[in-house]
């Protein structure tokens, strides 16, 4: 059946995406892993970083990032207040929802919003779309299962209510006795990713765009397994050829448009992720750390910080800008059937649209 | 005392500008000049031009000149149903509220909303921004200042609850017996329009934006009134200097930052507003007729008026967005002290932020 869009959600999700239609955006909605980051080259917990330093690090990202992309993700709390200014009008906004504490039962991710925000005062803010991430597993137990899918469901039907676009973010993570860097869970991960797409594609879910991650670890496939990325050798998982099967699985899954998030793997292959995503029907990126995590390197000399992000962050982002002009269009996406159409396109529409 | 902006309706302005501050509007949301316009070439009376004939028309004048501009102001009955597809992310949208057909109680003009329209429906359709015309004269009689003051003000409440930018447009008129293209109106202009002004910058209103008509008609003006822009010679009701006095005023009376619009000049005429607008203290323009009028003289050939818009509207898009690189960026207008700031810049502010 071909999807219609309403007024909000399809002026929305344009000015996310640039003028061919396709997503190239930024996140700089992260907190752990700035925290992270901001601690390690002063030898300190990641608690102990302090609020205006995080505010003060996501600010010149963004000075200096968005100008380069066709939207950019932000959190309320540390970028909202004071990066505002540096956002261009041209660049979409996108806000972020969740929590960055999810709640660990027996080691199973539960998800929250953020104390104190909602859709509604997202999208009272002028942000033009939500931005959720769920933890996923297909095999948590069923109160786990539950407590995810309300989660997700709810913030559908506040994106309905307030007609404004669900970027819905689907992460899997590995469970107690897993390791995210072995063969074992390398090899679990495209059936653990493809699943938790089958899950959310339900329409009463609501999503408008799926941000994924890639559904191998190209460490582990034959062709880079020697050590392409880090340099270090790894046991074959899959091969190139079943990448290529698993990525077009995933879109043939993905109910909407989809965008690969970069999830930490480090710019090279990043780059490779995508140049695969794109062949397989992805509408572009979202993405973060792949882009300005190394420019991090340099902290706490700010100046060398916004220096690394001049010459290698924003050539960075210009060259994966440059591969999704392969990127199909999301209007092109096989469930508009063509292109998108407006829930209502008639004289009448005023009358049945309500507010 | 500095003004500071709230979150929605920060990013809602800056949405509407370039990356320099700049406002480089485009309205199509006429309708009686459009209605009469298509009419003319077929020699009929406007209201006999079909629904799907105006619809045609925005969507082209939108498909040509909305990726030349920074934001384009549409309207909700004919052109939002049809060419939001053609407006892209990156240009900002504007919502026209009024009702074209005002009511008249003895020559003074009363104004509405739209039938089924509404600032609540404005946000929730994803546009970054409330226009509202107000017809003003300070000479009316007291039942029609107490209408309209109301009407200017319930749509400035609406916005705040909302949080979304108000551009609040001011036009005189002729009262009957006046005649629009004479001496004595355009004597008596100057004043009409900065105790307009003077009247709605008040605080109470809640206009973020103003869009304004140029205070005098250039073609009494000294240097012009031998027929510069129609070749008909008029006796001449002020200088050039005391044009810029009345702009400076203007600029000094505006409580926010203030656009110029074009009412039907000619695009000559319109070139030389701009010029001295921006000289006094205009952040742009929010031009309609003055770009596309000329082209729709092709109608109802619908290719010619096409080749029209590409060889003429969009040249004059591009010069008057080249002149309008010496505009005030709106960041930069004097009711902000400096530069903007949001109402709070803090860790606090979700707490605060109600919806």
């Not at 970083?49 to 010149?60: C, G, I, P």
């Amino acid at each position: 059946m071909t999807k219609t869009l309403s007024a909000g959600r399809f002026r929305g999700l344009m000015t996310l995406a640039d003028d061919r239609g396709v997503f190239k955006m930024l996140a700089v909605d992260q907190r752990p892993p700035i925290f992270k980051a901001l601690a390690k080259h002063k030898q300190r917990q990641p608690s102990e970083v302090r609020y205006d330093e995080v505010a003060a690090v996501k600010t010149l990202l963004t000075r200096i990032l968005a100008p380069e992309t066709s939207a950019i993700l932000i959190d309320p709390v540390w970028t909202h207040p004071h990066a505002l200014a540096y956002i261009p009008g041209r660049v979409g906004l996108l806000s972020t929802l969740e929590d960055y504490s999810f709640k660990l039962h027996d080691g199973e991710r539960w998800s929250y919003p953020i104390p104190d925000w909602s859709v509604a005062k997202i999208k009272r803010s002028g942000a033009a779309a939500v931005k959720v991430l769920a933890w996923d597993r297909p095999d948590v137990r069923q109160d786990t299962r539950e407590h995810q899918d309300a989660f997700v469901r709810e913030v559908g039907a506040a994106c309905k209510k307030h007609d404004i676009p669900y970027v819905l973010e689907l992460l899997i993570y590995p469970m107690p006795g897993e390791e995210d860097d072995s063969f074992a869970y390398a090899k679990a991960k495209p059936q653990l990713v493809l699943d938790s797409v089958r899950h959310y594609a339900d329409d009463s879910f609501g999503a408008d765009l799926l941000k994924l991650e890639f559904p191998v670890n190209l460490k582990y496939c034959r062709e880079f397994a020697g050590g392409a990325f880090d340099g270090k050798a790894r046991a074959p998982a899959y091969t190139l050829a079943e990448t290529r099967e698993f990525l077009a699985e995933l879109n043939e899954l993905s109910h909407v448009p989809w965008v690969l998030l970069s999830a930490g793997v480090g710019p090279s292959e990043f780059a490779l992720n995508l140049d695969l995503a794109f062949a397989a029907g992805a509408s572009g990126f979202l993405a973060g750390r792949a882009v300005w995590m190394e420019a991090l390197d340099a902290y706490p000399d700010m100046e060398a910080v916004e220096a690394a992000l001049k010459t290698q962050a924003v050539p960075y982002l210009r060259q994966i800008s440059a591969l999704a002009d392969k990127a199909l269009p999301w209007t092109s996406h096989h469930a508009f059937g063509g292109q998108p159409k407006l829930e209502a396109a008639s004289e009448q529409w005023l009358k049945d649209y309500l507010a």
